[in-house]
């Protein structure tokens, strides 16, 4: 079946630090990808999406590529602010009744 | 225009009763799920609704949770006999549930509920 295995948290840096989140998954098909991001004492929103191989997508400054050759998403930021302190999650996508989250990785940035 | 929105925000109940947990999804949204997110932990998938049926229940924990949709719109999700390892936030999502992109999901702001 479908799964994610995204990068274990919790993950600090310091301000201006390059981040990056890895993202594996398994799925039927090609599936949509998807990075939802859960800022604290708020609900999940999405930061960013992919619908097709070697598609970027991009949003806040964080990018991720759809790496179809290495079933991967991963996330990344050049230089991450303390406003980004939050939970990241992966989501793969192969249809409507099929949406996989990763666990999560917390993000702690350091001023 | 108006988000998904969920009630109560947070829920206190005794263990042993029942709870009924609203969500209102945006307007033209066919698909709707809900989750629950534990204290630290990921989301857990629940159950999955496609207009008013729900093709996927896989996630139900246990057959004291149900959860209908009327109207193709609001769907209540039931707790029954509460046990206190319920506690968690109920997280209701919808989308418009056709391919590709709009797999995406819109998330409300959740239900805090907690057993004691």
């Known amino acids: 079946g479908d799964s994610v295995t995204q990068m274990e948290g919790p993950v600090t840096l310091s301000e201006e630090a390059f981040l990056t989140i890895n993202c594996t998954y398994t799925?039927?098909?090609?599936?949509?990808l998807f990075w939802y991001v859960q800022y604290p004492g708020e609900g999940l929103q999405l930061l960013l999406k992919?619908?097709?191989?070697?598609d970027k997508g991009s949003n806040k400054g964080f990018e991720a590529t759809y790496r179809k050759e290495t079933t991967s998403f991963h996330l990344e930021k050049g230089s991450v602010q303390v406003s980004d302190s939050a939970v990241y999650f992966c989501a793969p996508s192969s249809s409507a009744s099929k949406i996989i989250f990763g666990s999560g990785t917390r993000l702690s940035i350091r001023p | 225009g108006a988000g998904v929105s969920q009630s109560p925000s947070n829920k206190v109940t005794e263990k042993g009763k029942d709870v009924e947990l609203r969500c209102d999804p945006i307007s033209g949204h066919t698909a709707l799920y809900w989750y629950r997110q534990s204290l630290g932990q990921g989301l857990e998938f629940l159950i999955y609704f496609q207009g008013n049926s729900a093709p996927d229940k896989s996630g139900l924990p246990s057959d004291r949770f149900s959860a209908e949709r009327t109207g193709g719109s609001v769907s209540t999700l039931t707790i029954q006999r509460t046990q206190q390892e319920d506690s968690a936030v109920y997280l209701c999502a919808s989308s418009l549930g056709q391919p590709p992109s709009s797999y995406e999901q819109y998330f409300g702001p959740g239900t805090r509920l907690t057993v004691t």
């Open positions: 799925a039927t098909g090609y599936p949509s």
């Open positions: 992919a619908t097709k191989a070697d």
